[in-house]
Nanobody, 121 residues
Framework: QVQVVESGGGLVQPGGSLRLSCAAS????????MGWFRQGPGKQRDLVAM?????????SDSVKGRFTVSRMNAKNTVYMYLQMNSLRPEDTAVYLC?????????????WGRGTQVTVSS
């Protein structure tokens, strides 16, 4: 079982910045590509950014150049961050962390509960 907890959301004015954190902890064999997703009101869940175990990254076109994803491995916990700059009202959403992992030889994909980001003046 992998526990996933996001934090760092809040209310910010347009043009502002926030840094989101995701902590994935538990007894796992390995964690694969981790991803940040977001879901706005009445919208589908979309991939925002992803990062591999060796640090390769990819972003959706809507956030490229404004958001930066990073990852840090610790004993029994993997941390993923999302630095969000030049925020826009359309970035308003619940941001969720996805953690695909191998646990005792079985693949599973866990989600956190999300953290709310609101961009408004």
């Amino acid at each position: 079982q992998v526990q996933v907890v996001e934090s760092g959301g809040g209310l910010v004015q347009p043009g502002g910045s926030l840094r989101l954190s995701c902590a994935a902890s538990g007894s796992f064999d390995t964690i694969y590509v981790m991803g940040w997703f977001r879901q706005g009101p009445g919208k589908q869940r979309d991939l925002v950014a992803m990062i591999t175990g060796d640090g390769r990254t990819d972003y959706s076109d809507s956030v490229k150049g404004r958001f930066t994803v990073s990852r840090m491995n610790a004993k029994n916990t993997v941390y993923m961050y999302l630095q969000m700059n030049s925020l826009r009202p359309e970035d308003t959403a619940v941001y969720l962390c996805n953690v695909p992992a191998r646990v005792r030889g079985t693949f599973q994909s866990d989600w956190g509960r999300g953290t709310q980001v609101t961009v408004s003046s």
